[in-house]
């Protein structure tokens, strides 16, 4: 199997800018989660779906994110427009069914916003 | 916010167990103890769950205590590539949530 696949790898962009993260989950999953990891606020929860319907985005920061699941293999997280403290590494995961299910993660995208 | 409290680091020498301590003292009676670990720079890696038992794979070992308010988890033999933040977590009961807190930066040495 060949686990969660994120895309890009790495991102550089300039403020305002619209970002789009990808992220394809595995075949067979039905949830799945966005996590963003910051050095001050560590590793954190913005939105997950589970059968491609978005369940909780408490965790979303503002309206500048949103995230889409047009089918139970791709998922996009997107920033419009996109501002410098929105730099972190934004992972993927996925989990075989909601509850207890243990959750694979993806290698992660690292954005940088100048 | 986090429901587990960690040691923020500790060291372990090559080929001896690295046993990491999580105070959960607040933990409800059917939500579930995790531990994943980040390797540098990798997305975070399940090691393992338990409820109230003890439970082992071919990764760890978790001891939970018999009032679940704290655990251990056990790696048996050490090696550098054990080297990474290992992560805490109370299941929290009712969602899909993974709260992950600051955790252990765990250093094996030669």
């Known amino acids: 199997d060949a686990g969660v696949i994120q895309s890009p790898r790495h991102e550089v962009t300039e403020m305002g800018q619209e970002v789009t993260l990808r992220c394809k989950p595995i075949?067979?999953?039905?949830?799945l989660f966005w996590y963003r990891q910051t050095m001050m606020r560590g590793l954190e929860l913005l939105i997950y779906f589970n059968n491609n319907v978005p369940i909780d985005d408490s965790g979303m920061p503002e309206d500048r994110f949103s995230a889409k699941m047009p089918n139970a293999s791709f998922s996009t997280l997107k920033i419009q427009p996109s501002e410098p403290r929105d730099s972190a590494v934004y992972f993927c995961?996925?989990?075989?069914?909601?509850?207890?299910?243990?959750?694979?993660f993806g290698p992660g995208t690292r954005l940088t916003v100048l | 916010d986090a429901k587990t409290t960690q040691p923020p680091s500790m060291d372990c020498a090559e080929g001896r167990a690295a046993n990491l301590p999580c105070n959960h003292s607040?933990?409800?009676?059917?939500?579930?103890v995790y531990w994943y670990r980040q390797i540098h720079s990798q997305g975070p890696q399940y090691i393992i769950h338990?409820?109230?038992n003890n439970e082992t794979n071919e990764m760890a070992s978790l001891i939970i205590t018999e009032d679940r308010k704290s655990s251990t988890l056990i790696l048996p033999h050490a090696t550098l590539r054990d080297t990474a933040v290992y992560y805490c977590?109370?299941?929290?009961?009712?969602?899909?949530?993974?709260?992950f807190g600051t955790g252990t930066r765990l250093q094996v040495f030669p």
């Open positions: 977590i109370v299941r929290v009961e009712s969602t899909d949530k993974l709260i």
């Open positions: 338990g409820l109230k």
């Open positions: 075949s067979g999953h039905n949830s």
């Open positions: 607040t933990i409800s009676g059917n939500e579930y």
């Open positions: 995961a996925s989990s075989l069914h909601r509850g207890r299910d243990t959750q694979y």
